[in-house]
């Protein structure tokens, strides 16, 4: 069965402290990582896409990574303005499309002034 | 502007009174979705529409209805809406292979 895992559900840091966001999936034949973010009442706003193993992709504080079974959002010297819920989503089975997505839960990240 | 426009975004009604929650999009994509989130269930999947005429179910497709007889236009109709469908709703839609661009949400409560 086709699953997306979010770790940690929640994680503070203080401004400027680094850290990782890990998203472990399990998919027939991965077509696609997409990663976005979630502002409290507002829809996801989309980031990133990765689709094979040691792709990356930046953005500002941002990183994001991809092995075969997971993928790491890194952020580095984030600030309170990050502070937001981070998604990760995979197309579901063999389909060659993304009509069909598969969210983990999300990572809740505060950051502290 | 690209957008992905839901209506109403707040509502408040009752058990068993039809409701339809309308979006449209203005980017002329293929695929559209209907999403719901729930505290400590994160997003799921309603159903999708992969072009005009054609959708699929996803993951918790029952006590929902959809229709595409217009590719900008994806509503999600509520037949005889249950308690158990208060939850926020989201609307999306892509080009084919490419990310989805999602609308504000509309909040549902049933009583």
């Known amino acids: 069965e086709d699953q997306v895992t979010q770790s940690p559900e929640a994680l503070r840091l203080q401004e400027g402290e680094s850290s990782s966001l890990n998203c472990s999936y399990t998919?027939?034949?991965?077509?696609?990582l997409f990663w976005y973010r979630q502002d409290p009442g507002k829809g996801p706003e989309f980031l990133f896409t990765l689709y094979s193993a040691g792709e990356e992709k930046e953005k500002e504080r941002l990183k994001a990574t991809l092995t075969k079974k997971e993928s790491f959002l890194h952020i580095t010297a984030p600030k309170p303005e990050d502070s937001a819920t981070y998604l990760c989503a995979v197309p579901a089975g063999s389909s060659s499309n993304t009509g069909k997505l598969i969210f983990g839960q999300g990572t809740t990240l505060q950051v502290k002034p | 502007e690209a957008q992905v426009t839901q209506n109403p975004r707040y509502l408040i009604t009752v058990t068993g009174k039809k409701l339809t929650v309308t979006c449209s999009q203005n980017m002329n994509h293929e695929y559209m979705s209907w999403y719901r989130q729930d505290p400590g269930l994160g997003l799921r999947q309603i159903y999708y529409?992969?072009?005009?005429?054609?959708?699929d179910k996803g993951d918790v497709p029952e006590g929902y209805k959809v229709s595409r007889k217009e590719k900008r236009n994806f509503p999600l109709i509520l037949e005889s809406p249950s308690p158990n469908q208060t939850s926020l709703y989201f609307c999306?839609?892509?080009?084919?292979?490419?990310?989805?661009?999602f609308g504000d949400g509309t909040r549902l409560s049933i009583l």
């Open positions: 529409s992969m072009n005009v005429e054609v959708t």
């Open positions: 999306a839609s892509s080009a084919k292979g490419k990310p989805q661009h």
């Open positions: 998919v027939s034949g991965l077509r696609g």
